[in-house]
């Protein structure tokens, strides 16, 4: 847990996150649900766990020097977090980042000193100017540049099984019986539940998939379907994220949008937790999950990222109804 303790820089504040239980959304059960508060993380979310443990790796190896530069393909947390840890460490940062996503994010990593190239949207994935392509020929081309690679980074999973898994274990007090995560890249889940299962096998580890990705089905049947679109970001996917260790999943539970963002405003509302909507996916789950468990099931999962971001999204009521979602306030009967 955090202290009062003082700390010698802002990187010192990464991790050691708060657990809160969630009675109110989870006023149903017989059991515990915690959220463990990633948004509290001075990037606003669980990647900068990542973002620091990528860079750090990084410098042990010896590829990244001082005035080296970290280039990656990401509009998101995990941009964020790379970009707080290059500014405090004085690296020189280059994301690329399709034309579709908007001036904000631009913004925000422009805001630490990151550079931005943005490239088209409309390219083939194999294409010179598609953004991961395009990330990799910078890397290449940038003498002292190396690519954080999220997707296929070892310190990313690693992480989170020295970090994330021993906090959740620790806070719980080693109770913890059942542990629920999205896969974006995988690194959260693999970790998390490589360190849960080695202090107690019995541990289940439950991904959470939004409907419309591909990986409860690819966990049920072995194949692979076409991915459908969905709007909760951060997770799921139409391919097999690589840090993914599906080995490590008991099962996949699937969320729809709707269920997602209704729970996402109740974690604002009742429970005064400001997240995105993938924490609202989750902790729809971990409740639906509960519901089924007994007086003995501590069910942890994450709050992934900050609600600031998506204002214009699940927080305004517009885009709420005309995306077809009911507000939750319908769905509670409390209008
Ligand atoms: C916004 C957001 N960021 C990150 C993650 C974690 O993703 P990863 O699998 O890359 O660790 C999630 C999902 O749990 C998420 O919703």
Redesign the pocket.
Known sequence: MRNNSSCNDILEAVGRTPMVRLDKVANQVAGIVYGKCEFMNPGG???DRIGLAMVEAAEREGVLKTGGVIVEATSG?TGVALALVAARRGYRCIFTMPDKMSREKVQLLESFGAEVVITPTDVRPDHPDHYTVKAESIADQTPGAVLANQFYNEANPKAHYETTGPEVWEQTEGRVTHFL?????????SGVGKYLKEQNSSVKIIGVDPKGSVLKNFFDTGEMIEGRPYKV???GSDKI?G?LDMDIVDGWITVNDAQAFQMTRRLARDEGLFV?G?SGL?VHAAVELAKELDSNAVVVT?L??WGEHYMTKVYDDEWMRSNGFPLEDEVLGRL
């Open positions: 979310s669980v990647k947390n995560a999205g896969a974006g890249t995988g690194g959260t889940i970001e951060g997770l994220p840090s995105g993938s989750l994450i992934c990222d």
